[in-house]
């Protein structure tokens, strides 16, 4: 049984955990809405933690005590672990438009298009681009509408800060079948994103069914 001191530092120390891990992490626009499972999992691992601590200290009782704390350790270490720092990649700059691997198969060249699609680095003068913690598999089938029209929704919200640059890792290129690639666009130009596909000036049209996946980039 914890005494009043442990149970009233706990509870205001979960309090203090369940405000900060209410804002969203990796996220443009935190603060504009609430992170209820990280609220929630902060708060327990903060309770815990503090709670512990200050049962062991106040009491003298390590047994239970220690074993609240590490429970909250576990807590908190799986949260961070869940939201990683957004990744800044550096090592495989990409240029704008059409990029595509070597290979002398297709199934090579696929191999190395996903490659490029998971390290790709956007460099403007001595900046990187930020990658988006969450990008979109669509799987052999090709995306669907439903992916294309979410694309296509967020383009006039875009700006550098939030969305500054569309990735995508394409199955062929068009009129040339077995040709895999990775697109660079950004998305201030004038591309359309929409049910029947992605229309890129100067670069080309993409069908819904050759877009493999995609992911944002931003200039943070």
Known sequence: MFTSTALIAAAIAGFFGLVIGSLPPNDPDAGAKLDGTGALLWAIAA????????????SGSWTTALTTIVIGFLVAGSRMA???????PTSLILQNGINRPQGAT????????????????????NYFATRSPREYRYGAQGATAADLELIGSSLPFASPDTFGTLVLLVSELPGLPGEPAVIVAQTDESMTVDK???????????????????????WR
């Open 47 to 58: 309770a815990a933690i503090v709670g512990g601590l200050t049962e062991g200290l106040s």
């Open 82 to 88: 869940s939201t990683r720092p957004a990744e800044i």
């Open 106 to 125: 297709q199934a090579e060249k696929m191999k190395n298009a996903e490659r490029m699609f998971r390290k790709a680095s956007i460099r403007r003068n």
């Open 196 to 218: 029947t596909g992605v229309d890129i000036p100067g670069v080309g049209f993409f069908k819904p069914a050759t877009i493999s996946a995609s992911v944002g980039y931003a």
